[in-house]
C-alpha cells in the first residue's frame, strides 16, 4: 500500500460488500466496484440473503418451482442432488463405528473417522482413524486460533443431551455420532477450513496425542494479529450490513430456542400419551374375554390401539432423533457466527482508533504507519470472509431446513395415514351383522 491520507472503511462506504473484491484474491481485486447510489438499509438484508434464496446448493430445485408430487420423492430429489455434487468433491470424511472403552480412570467413546481423498497435501488414498469427542474439540479449537476469520462449524453439546441420561446409551450415542459427522462434513465442504494443517492432522495422525504435545503450533500472521487484539477499543457503529447480521441472528436464534422448547414440550406429551395408550388398549382385550358376540370387535380396538401406539411411537422418535439436533446445531451456529462477528468489530475499533490518531498528526501528508496498514488488511479480510462464510451458511441452512420440514410433514403424514388405516380396518368387525331369518 502506498503511502498518502489513511483509507476510509470500505465497508461502510457507497457500497455493498458483496462487490468489494477478497483482498487476498489476487487480479480479482483489480476489477472495479460498479454503482453510483448506496443502497438503503431496508434493502441490504435482502441483498445479502434475499437474493440467493432461488440458488439452492448442489443444483437443488429453486424454492419457486414446481415441486414433486409426494414429501418422500422431494427428499429423494435432494438427496440425489448431494450425490450428483459428490463427483466434484475430491475428499470424503465419515464417522461410523462408536466403540466404548473402559479403563482404570474413566470410560469414553471413540468413532472412527475414514477419509478418502485426491489432494496431493495427503500422502495415501485413504486413512483411517479412531478419535473421541476431546479430539474434536481440540480441532475446532485449532480452527478457531489459526482461521479467526472464518465460520468454525459447532461441536454438539457435550454433556447436554436433553431427554437422554445415560451418555453411553445407543441413542446418545448415535445422536452424537451424526452431530459429529455433520461437523466434518462442514469443514470438508469449505473451501478454506479443509486445507487447514490442523484438519489434515486430526483426519490421519495415527496418535494425535504426540502432535497435540508439540505444544501450539505457530498461528497464521492473521490469527496471530487478530488474537492479541486487546478488545480496548470502542466500536462507533457497525456498517449497516453487518449490523443487519447481527440483528438477524439474534433473531433467528430466538425463533429457533421457541420452537426447540415448544417441540420438546410436544415430545414430552407425546411420550405421556403413549404410555396412556399402552394402558388403554389391553383393557379391551380382557374386557373381550367376558363377552360373547363383543369378543371380536373388542379385539379389534385393543389392535386398534397398538398400532396406533407404535405409530407414535416411530414419530417421537423421529422428533427426537432427527428434528431436534438440526434446531440445536443452528442455534449453536447462530452463536458461531456471533462469535466471529464480535472479532471482527474488535479489529472495525481497533483500525478507527488508529486511524483516528493518525489524522490527530498536525503534519499537512500524515503517513500511514505499517500497523495501520496491516490492521486495515486485516479487517478487510474479516468483511470478505465474513460475508462469504455468511452466504455459504445461509446456503446450508435453505436446503437443511427444506430437508427439515419436508421430513417433518412426511413423517406426520405418514403418522396419520397408519392411525386411520387402523381405524378403519374395524369398522366391518364394529358393524351390525344381518340376523338369520
Avoid at 52 to 80: E, F, H, M, V, Y
Avoid at 160 to 169: A, H, I, N, P, Q
Avoid at 197 to 213: G, S
Amino acid at each position: 500500500m502506498a503511502g498518502g491520507p489513511p483509507k476510509a472503511l470500505q465497508s461502510s462506504g457507497p457500497y455493498s460488500l458483496r462487490d468489494m473484491p477478497h483482498p487476498l484474491a489476487g487480479s480479482s481485486s483489480e476489477e472495479a466496484v460498479g454503482g453510483d447510489s448506496t443502497p438503503s438499509p431496508d434493502l441490504l438484508m435482502a441483498r445479502s440473503f434475499g437474493d440467493k434464496d432461488l440458488i439452492l446448493p448442489n443444483g437443488g430445485t429453486p424454492a419457486g418451482t414446481s415441486s414433486p408430487a409426494s414429501s418422500s420423492s422431494l427428499l429423494n430429489r435432494l438427496q440425489l442432488d448431494d450425490d450428483i455434487d459428490g463427483e466434484t468433491r475430491d475428499l470424503f470424511v465419515t464417522v461410523d463405528d462408536p466403540k466404548k472403552h473402559v479403563c482404570t480412570m474413566e470410560t469414553y467413546i471413540t468413532y472412527r473417522i475414514t477419509t478418502k481423498s485426491t489432494r496431493a497435501e495427503f500422502d495415501l488414498p485413504e486413512y483411517s482413524v479412531r478419535r473421541r469427542y476431546q479430539d474434536f474439540d481440540w480441532l475446532r479449537s485449532k480452527l478457531e486460533e489459526s482461521q479467526p476469520t472464518h465460520l468454525i462449524p459447532p461441536l454438539p453439546e457435550k454433556f447436554v443431551v436433553k431427554g437422554v441420561v445415560d451418555r453411553f446409551s445407543e441413542e446418545f450415542v448415535e445422536t452424537r455420532r451424526k452431530a459429529l459427522d455433520k461437523f466434518l462434513k462442514r469443514i470438508t465442504d469449505h473451501p478454506v477450513l479443509s486445507f487447514n494443517e490442523h484438519f489434515n492432522v486430526f483426519l490421519t495422525a495415527k496418535d494425535l496425542n504426540a502432535y497435540k504435545k508439540q505444544g501450539i503450533a505457530l498461528l497464521t500472521r492473521v490469527g496471530e494479529s487478530v488474537k492479541h487484539v486487546t478488545g480496548g477499543y470502542k466500536l462507533r457503529s457497525r456498517p449497516l450490513e453487518f449490523a443487519a447480521i447481527g440483528e438477524y441472528l439474534d433473531t433467528f436464534a430466538l425463533k429457533l430456542g421457541t420452537i426447540d422448547r415448544i417441540a420438546q414440550r410436544i415430545i414430552k406429551e407425546e411420550i405421556e400419551y403413549l404410555v396412556e395408550l399402552r394402558e388403554y388398549g389391553p383393557v379391551y382385550s380382557t374386557w373381550s374375554a367376558l363377552e360373547g358376540e363383543l369378543a371380536e370387535p373388542l379385539e379389534g380396538v385393543s389392535a386398534c390401539i397398538g398400532n396406533c401406539s407404535t405409530a407414535l411411537e416411530e414419530l417421537t422418535d423421529d422428533m427426537t432423533e432427527d428434528f431436534l439436533p438440526v434446531l440445536r446445531e443452528y442455534i449453536l451456529y447462530s452463536d458461531s457466527m456471533k462469535s466471529v462477528l464480535k472479532k471482527r468489530d474488535q479489529v472495525q475499533a481497533e483500525y478507527e482508533a488508529k486511524l483516528e490518531a493518525v489524522a490527530l498528526r498536525k503534519e499537512d501528508r500524515p503517513k500511514v504507519p505499517a500497523d495501520v496498514e496491516k490492521c486495515q488488511d486485516r479487517m478487510e479480510c474479516f468483511n470478505a470472509d465474513l460475508k462469504a462464510d455468511m452466504e455459504r451458511w445461509q446456503s446450508n441452512k435453505r436446503q437443511d431446513f427444506r430437508q427439515l420440514l419436508m421430513g417433518l410433514a412426511d413423517k406426520n403424514i405418514q403418522y396419520y395415514e397408519k392411525c386411520l388405516m387402523a381405524w378403519e380396518s374395524i369398522i366391518p368387525l364394529l358393524q351390525e351383522k344381518p340376523e338369520a331369518k
